[in-house]
């Protein structure tokens, strides 16, 4: 036995093993023995797929180069299969709001990627200029569109300048942008947690002294804080800012999916002659453009017979937010438009080496200042958007987690720490909120305890990143060995 | 002249008062393929980094004379200028982005943008790059070099002479080239693309455009070049017609005669025939110096000298023997054989090592002379150390003094940092930490690197002194053939990570010239030197 079959057994036995036996016993309630059946049958099915790959290398090496994706696609296959309490409906409902929520942040993650910054963990910066934007909006009670307007005016130039300063800091870290990245970002979540628990109101008075606040603040002014006037409190309710930019336009849900597929077909096709007819743009695929297209076509009959058939539970989905969409949309498109210019071109330049971009005359420093910059006042804006939806702000938490849980989606997506695109935001965002929604039924249905499936979400996140930055470096050593073995 | 492009008028430079330049005349003449040749340090790169306006010149305070082209003085302050005058560089490491197409590599910061509605409100940065009018210049560009690949490919799968052509087009590219610098085009290239290269090479300076073409391969000069300018240690030796001189007479200029060989005592040197150290088929991949298959044994007691040009892996050599770079072949040492990539097991086994890399690898700059000194005996011998394998520093600093006063190193105490001392000091601190080792053989790189003149003598009056005294077998590698032809008993040159031949220290200079230029194989039997 060659070391290659081996190395396959064992990991067939491992991985199959131990999905199979949570699988069967999920599946029929079995005990033990049922674990045990399933197992066996995990490994040998798990040995069979390693073996069919070996038969074509090409597909092998396709899913070996997207193996994180390829992880979470069968997370939330087995997902499916185990849970019986998720309905489909709740299920798309659940999916689109969280997608809607987050995918702005997402995109707010690609252009650092192209400036070989890597991921930029400091966009949770970004959400704290958002946050502080949001509590000053509320402390002067501007309501509703007009409220969300003053959160983007008024968040911008914090986001910028925090930006500025931590590109600065990125030039000044140069090949640890990331840990530099998390590890300012903790540094920025001290700072901002001693203005909003003490500053507020123990340094910068919120009333002149001694006045009596439920005299002189009002009503949202005194829910923005704790009761004895100092500190920001630990939940606030955003009031009419919920839904500022979700509420301005709603459609039907089935309306949006045609207007989407149609959308996406269109510019499926679109892509694809224009890739024939000048191969300098790349290389066209007809067939992964037919796949695209039945998918778009499928997705529009089901709509449509939804529509006709005024079927009660699909009709009643929760409606699309298409300002928000929208939005979304914009960025995704202004993104390509942005690497497409001059300065996309030199945030490419830059990414690719920093030496030969200097030699070319390109100021590298500037250019990376640049995309710290954008990206942030990105995140800023999304987390805007992620918060207008939600409704309420956790004061102190809401921002910390945004970094890791943006960083793992486009991980998952297919995104590297040197690869990135909008496309990965978006498969990643699909992906990686369905492996949040499903993971607490899960825990449920496998281990007997949803709480199994909240420490499930925490250990794919984590994982994600952890096996995302390992590949990474792994690939680059193997580069470097086969480089040696030439 | 009045077709006299460019010109270095009583060009000098120094260095913290140590000049590498010495009052250098050239005239380059449009249309033609002038050669600069000379050895490691004979002042190329630095003639051609003032041409250039690169900030190691103007950081170290400038330099003397003038250059000027068409008659007036060019005063360039960084590589972008130089492009406003015409002037372009083909590098030697490519200067190209793999992950780009070959039209993008062309075109790098360079790009042609055009408007749209964006840029008119938020400024020039945000032009749309106008990728037509890109590839149909990069096009024109392949096409003059006759390039048939396809302008929207990637470089990454490129093979190396196709890159070599992009690096090529892109000069080209640049409107109003008028010059264009050659650094070792070919040092890269298979026999077949280095043809294709030289083949451009002179359509170009047919076209007008004149060529400063660096390299080392005597006969591709000769066969492509109009003139020949040899520089030797800072000084412009001689300009030549190519069709008034011959590859034998370049050689001999390009090594000189400035050697004072001081070898008394050589004819009386003995030692034995037994073979301490065997090499076969030894391949290093140690990156800018890799070594592709050398055979070398050593014989003990003798001092064995490395020599070659930059880049041509003599460094590879012991870093690979030690382990230091991946290294694959067959080593016997005293009979036994030597693990492969693995430096513990090779120290271990009496084999002691004093890198190039003397700063970086060689010593703790921030440790005291002592532990320097000690180190590598007490980690690899185990010597140094209490029973209980801590630190004794009482034999540490015993052994130091010895040391301190064998070798006469200069310091102010032996906790003295290591960092402090002066280069040759340094040096002498590694040499104790290799005979705290007690060797049966030992690798030393460049040994006078970084090390004033008064002191270099020292240094390799030593390594003699060691041999003689001692016994010690020694490999010195150096790029500086005048200090192996002193102590070596013979001396292999390396040229592009093989074995180009074996000499004698007293064997003439063309032969070195020759042999480190790789020429001497076509030569064979043809001219007798």
Redesign the interface.
């Given at each position: 036995m060659d070391k290659k079959t081996l190395r396959n057994l064992i990991v067939s036995v491992v991985i199959g093993g131990f999905l199979g036996f949570f699988a069967l016993r999920g599946l029929f309630g079995g005990g033990f023995l049922g674990g045990i059946v399933g197992a066996i049958l995990g490994a040998g099915i798990v040995y069979l797929i390693a073996y069919l790959l070996s038969l074509f290398p090409k597909l092998a090496s396709f899913l070996a180069n997207n193996i994180v994706t390829v992880i979470f696609v069968a997370f939330v296959l087995l997902g499916f299969m185990v849970t019986k309490e998720i309905t489909l409906k709740n299920y798309i409902e659940q999916l689109f709001e969280s997608v809607f929520r987050n995918s702005f942040l997402l995109l707010s993650l690609i252009i650092p990627v192209i400036a070989g910054l890597g991921m930029n963990f400091g966009i949770v910066i970004g959400a704290i200029s958002a946050q502080l934007a949001l509590i000053l909006v509320r402390w002067f009670d501007i309501p509703s569109t007009l409220g969300f307007v003053a959160c983007i005016v008024a968040s911008t130039p914090l986001a910028m300048l925090f930006g500025w300063l931590t590109g600065k800091l990125y030039n000044n870290t140069r090949g640890q942008e990331m840990i530099a990245g998390l590890i300012v970002s903790y540094f920025a979540s001290g700072i901002y947690l001693f203005i909003l628990l003490f500053a507020v109101g123990g340094i910068i008075p919120v009333a002149a002294k001694g006045a009596i606040l439920k005299e002189v603040l009002t009503r949202t002014q005194r829910n923005l804080l704790n009761p004895l006037g100092v500190g920001i409190r630990v939940s606030v309710d955003l009031g009419s800012l919920k839904y500022s930019l979700d509420g301005i336009w709603r459609l039907p849900f089935v309306t949006f999916t045609i207007i989407a597929a149609v959308g996406f077909l269109a510019w499926l096709v679109i892509q694809y002659m224009r890739k024939k007819k000048n191969?300098?743009?790349g290389k066209s695929n007809l067939l992964l453009t037919i796949a695209g297209s039945i998918v778009c076509v499928f997705f529009v009959i089901i709509s449509a017979i939804v529509l006709i058939t005024k079927n009660a539970t699909y009709m009643a989905l929760r409606p699309a937010p298409m300002a928000t969409i929208i939005v979304i949309a914009l960025l995704a498109v202004a993104t390509n438009?942005?690497l497409?210019?001059?300065?996309?071109?030199?945030f490419?330049?830059v990414g690719?080496?920093q030496q030969?971009?200097r030699?070319?005359?390109?100021n590298v420093d500037r250019t990376r200042i640049l995309a710290t910059v954008i990206s942030t006042v990105l995140a800023a804006w999304g987390m805007l958007i992620f918060l207008q939806n939600i409704g309420t702000l956790g004061t102190y938490t809401q921002h910390s987690q945004i970094g890791m849980f943006a960083v793992a989606s486009m991980l998952v997506g297919g995104a590297t720490t040197s690869k990135a695109a909008v496309k990965n935001a978006f498969i990643g965002v699909l992906l990686f909120q369905s492996m949040f929604i499903l993971s607490p039924a899960m825990g449920r249905a496998l281990f007997g305890n949803p709480l199994y499936g909240e420490n499930f979400r925490t250990f794919m996140v984590y994982g994600v990143i952890a096996i995302a930055l390992g590949l990474y470096i792994w690939r680059g050593l193997k580069a470097a060995?086969n480089?040696?073995?030439e | 002249m009045s077709d006299c492009l460019l010109s270095f008028k009583n060009v000098s430079k120094s260095y913290d008062g140590n000049y590498v330049l010495k009052n250098i005349n050239l005239d380059i003449q449009a249309g033609e393929i002038h050669a600069l040749i000379g050895e490691n340090g004979a002042g190329k790169s630095t003639l051609m980094n003032i041409l250039f306006g690169m900030s190691v010149i103007h950081n170290t305070g400038g330099f003397e004379g003038q250059v000027e082209m068409n008659g007036k003085p060019m005063n360039v302050k960084s590589p972008h200028e130089a492009i406003d005058y015409g002037i372009g560089m083909v590098h030697q490491e490519f200067m190209l982005i793999p992950g780009f197409t070959i039209t993008e590599n062309i075109k790098l910061n360079r790009e042609i943008t055009r408007n749209n509605f964006i840029s008119a409100v938020l400024g020039e940065r945000l032009k749309s790059l106008d990728y037509k009018l890109m590839n149909m210049d990069a096009r024109k560009a392949l096409d003059v070099l006759g390039m048939d690949i396809e302008e929207y490919t990637m470089v990454a799968g490129l093979p190396v002479g196709h890159m070599q052509f992009v690096e090529i087009a892109r000069e080209i590219d640049k409107t109003g080239i008028k010059l264009l610098v050659f650094d070792e085009p070919t040092a890269v290239l298979a026999e077949s693309e280095a043809a294709n290269l030289l083949q451009a090479v002179r359509n170009l300076a047919a076209s007008g455009i004149a060529i400063i073409f660096i390299s080392h391969r005597l006969d591709e000069i000769t066969s492509l070049a109009d003139r020949v300018t040899i520089l030797r240690d800072g000084e412009l030796i001689v300009t030549k017609n190519v069709k008034d001189t011959n590859i034998v007479e370049i050689a001999e200029l390009m090594v000189g005669r400035n050697v004072n060989i001081t070898r008394d005592d050589a004819a009386q040197r003995t030692y034995s025939e037994e073979i301490v150290l065997d090499v076969k088929g030894l391949r290093v991949g140690m990156p800018g110096e890799w070594v592709k298959g050398v055979d070398f044994s050593v014989k003990k007691g003798e001092i064995l000298g490395i020599g070659g040009l930059a880049g041509h892996g003599k460094l590879g050599i012991a870093n690979g023997v030690l382990g230091i770079y991946p290294a694959s072949g067959e080593i016997q040492f005293q009979g036994r054989p030597l693990p492969l990539n693995n430096t513990k097991q090779v120290l271990a086994s009496g084999i002691a090592y004093l890198s190039e890399d003397r700063k970086g690898v060689g010593l703790w700059l921030d440790e005291s002379i002592e532990l320097n000194i000690a180190f590598t005996a007490m980690q690899i011998h185990g010597e140094f150390l209490s029973p209980l394998g801590l630190q004794d520093s009482k034999k540490i600093h015993e052994n130091a003094l010895k040391m301190i006063a064998d070798l006469d190193i200069r310091c102010t105490s032996s906790l003295q940092t290591a960092g402090a001392l002066s280069g040759g000091n340094q040096q002498k601190v590694c040499v104790g930490r290799a005979l705290t080792q007690k060797p049966q053989l030992l690798f030393i790189s460049e040994p006078t690197r970084g090390i004033d003149i008064g002191a270099k003598k020292l240094i390799l009056d030593l390594l003699r002194q060691l041999s003689e005294e001692e016994g010690m077998t020694i490999v010195m590698t150096s790029s500086e053939l005048a200090e192996l032809r002193s102590i070596c008993d013979k001396i292999i040159i390396v040229c592009e990570g093989q074995v180009a031949g074996i000499l004698q220290p007293d064997a003439p200079d063309a032969e070195f010239g020759l042999m480190m230029s790789g020429a001497n194989r076509k030569l064979e039997g043809g001219l007798a030197v």
């Open positions: 191969p300098s743009l438009f942005l497409k210019t001059k300065l996309g071109q030199d490419r330049s690719q080496s030969i971009a030699v070319s005359g390109i060995k480089k040696v073995e | -």
